[in-house]
């Protein structure tokens, strides 16, 4: 079984930063790409930044203001949040495509998710 567990969110004014922190682990052979969604109440999940072979794609709403960094050793991924905005506040879900075993294909798996609320 794999579990994905996050931690970082919280409460932080406009202008503000946060680091967003993601850790596998579990029964693991190997994980493609991982990335972070953001849901806010009403609207569905969407993209924000995913990695994989090292090469990071974002969302145009991200505009150089968040980086995402991955460490394969640890199966951790991260998302570094800059000059946060009020708009930015959801929920943020860490996501991993996984390969449990090596007789197996990739298969998506979610964390439980993080608030992120920016507000003065």
């Known amino acids: 079984q794999v579990q994905l567990v996050e931690s970082g969110g919280g409460l932080v004014q406009p202008g503000g930063s946060l680091r967003l922190s993601c850790a596998a682990s579990?029964?693991?052979?190997?994980?493609?790409?991982m990335g972070w969604y953001r849901q806010t109440p009403g609207k569905g999940r969407e993209l924000v930044a995913k990695?994989?072979?090292?090469?990071?794609t974002y969302a145009d709403f991200v505009k150089g203001r968040f980086t995402i960094s991955r460490d394969n050793a640890k199966n951790t991924v991260n998302l570094q949040i800059d000059s946060l905005k009020p708009e930015d506040t959801a929920v943020y879900y860490c996501?991993?495509?996984?390969?449990?075993?090596?007789?197996?294909?990739?298969?998506?798996?979610w964390g439980q998710g993080t608030q992120v609320t920016v507000s003065s």
């Open positions: 579990g029964s693991i052979f190997d994980i493609n790409a």
């Open positions: 990695i994989s072979s090292g090469i990071a």
């Open positions: 996501n991993a495509q996984i390969r449990p075993h090596y007789n197996t294909g990739y298969y998506p798996h």
